[in-house]
């Protein structure tokens, strides 16, 4: 237990000096999560509300600040790794504790959520702490298990919707390993807090016509087609990166042999269907990898338990692991092992989080505090509230992109301004003003290699644009 203190509380150290001293800003979700919290509702458009609650409650108690930001999903990682190595050392044995508690830590899907605060990190927490709950609920059928697996399975849903998928998947489990524990009453006490706690976004939904549903489902059919094989391995690619490649390539494995005993076969059912159901979609679809991030929990104790029985594997999943940890925390390193062209600038992930602090500097100084400011691009307006001094109000008009959060608040930007783009300011808005006071392009280069352009326009009297909603979500 002493090792995994260290190893962990050694990671929540460098997570927090990583986010303090090196040049990666607050990537475009993370900014408008933290926007949200500023204004507090009941759900919102695309996202459940926990994700803004625990922003607004960082944002009390440290002010505003990338690390004030991302202190939850450090903190929540730190914790997470302790109940499970506590959890798998009373499920199984200590060593495959060891190893579930701080393998995982190494892979990228579980680093990137252990710093970005998006709704993936604290769901994955909550998701991971309603399946050890069920875990000893399953075993010992008690009513106050049941309870606390509804209330956590319920504060998952407040996270991200595909918490939904716990309750298919414990009557799975239950019908095939577990169904004289089904028949009685008790697990279906899980319900009830479970219920309570989604009823706010179920009635804010309501109050709303349905929004964030329908845009669930907008992802889910958006770009279908009969067979994308393209799409397909480009999410198996991106699940072997982000499980990193030894853990993946054991899966099929682990699930095989899992099924064959109830222990083995919960952790099981938890991830495997998981894992079917996003691949499949992907045949159709263009699947994101990190979709099926909440079933890495699961796969990752059956992984250590065959691992560790394996010292040689073990090592070798170990340094793989920490080499891509390294190579994912600092992409330079592709550059200076002379590797740049499996990473090239323009493909690396991290480029999303370059150069938004400078854009936030240069709309200050044009900014005298009066101005309103506004962009077409949601990504753009989050940036800007966070980065641009003093935190201002900002807006996003729709001039034909998809439907966001800033559609469902007042738009209020009339008077002077300052307008954001990726290209040249679209004519609808240049026609709404009196005219351009001032323009400056901030090239942003990350690697040696221009990899964004902004375009920001100081316009006099701006009026209302016409906005084109595209009708879609």
């Avoid at 279908?224 to 494995?253: D, M, R």
């Avoid at 042999?257 to 495997?272: C, D, P, Q, R, T």
């Avoid at 159709?284 to 010292?311: M, P, Q």
């Amino acid at each position: 237990m002493i090792f995994v203190v260290a190893f962990n509380l050694f990671l929540l150290v460098f997570r927090i000096l990583y986010v303090v001293y090196y040049p990666f800003d607050l990537t475009p979700e993370e900014a408008q999560y933290w926007d949200w919290s500023r204004n507090l509702d009941l759900s919102y458009y695309s996202k459940p509300p926990m994700v803004a609650y625990l922003n607004f409650i960082t944002r009390e108690l440290l002010g505003v600040s990338p690390l004030a930001v991302r202190i939850t999903p450090i903190l929540l990682s730190f914790l997470l790794s302790l109940f499970t190595y506590l959890f798998v050392k009373r499920v199984f044995d200590q060593r495959t504790a060891l190893i579930v508690s701080t393998l995982p830590q190494l892979t990228i899907g579980f680093a990137i959520n252990s710093l970005l605060m998006t709704t993936d990190s604290p769901f994955i927490f909550f998701w991971s702490v309603s399946l050890m709950l069920m875990y000893f609920a399953f075993e010992k059928n008690s009513p106050k298990l049941w309870l606390l697996v509804g209330f956590f399975a319920g504060l998952s849903f407040l996270s991200k919707y595909p918490a939904v998928f716990l309750l298919p998947l414990a009557l799975l489990y239950g019908f095939f390993y577990k169904r004289d524990v089904i028949k009685s009453p008790k697990p279906y006490l899980a319900l009830l807090p479970a219920f309570l706690l989604s009823l706010p976004v179920l009635y804010w939904n309501q109050k709303h016509h349905f929004v964030s549903f329908k845009h669930v489902s907008t992802l889910a059919s958006k770009s279908a087609s009969l067979v994308n094989w393209s799409s397909f391995l480009e999410f198996l690619g991106g699940q072997a990166l982000l499980l990193s490649l030894i853990p993946f390539l054991l899966l099929p494995y682990v699930w095989l042999k899992g099924l064959k005993n109830s222990k083995e076969a919960f952790f099981v059912i938890f991830s495997l269907p998981i894992f079917l159901f996003f691949t499949l979609l992907s045949l159709f679809k263009k699947v994101e990898a990190n979709w099926s991030g909440f079933a890495y929990f699961s796969s990752f104790v059956l992984i250590a338990l065959y691992l560790s029985k394996s010292r040689l594997l073990t090592l070798s999943t170990y340094t793989l692991s920490a080499f891509l940890f390294l190579l994912l925390h600092f992409t330079p390193l592709f550059d200076y092992l002379s590797l740049g062209k499996l990473l090239p600038p323009h493909r690396d992930p991290t480029r999303v989080g370059i150069g938004w602090k400078e854009l936030g500097r240069v709309v200050s100084t044009l900014r005298t505090g009066e101005e309103k400011i506004l962009s077409p691009h949601y990504q753009i307006s989050a940036e800007l509230a966070f980065y641009v001094k003093g935190n201002p109000r900002t807006y996003c008009i729709n001039l034909g992109r998809r439907m966001n959060q800033y559609d469902l608040w007042e738009k209020d930007y009339q008077g002077d301004a300052i307008f954001v783009d990726y290209v040249p300011i679209d004519q609808r808005v240049l026609s709404a003003s009196g005219g351009i006071i001032e323009e400056v392009q901030l090239p942003i280069y990350w690697r040696g290699v221009e990899v964004r352009r902004f375009y920001i326009y100081k316009l006099k009297n701006l009026g209302k644009v016409e906005e084109s909603m595209p009708g879609n979500y």
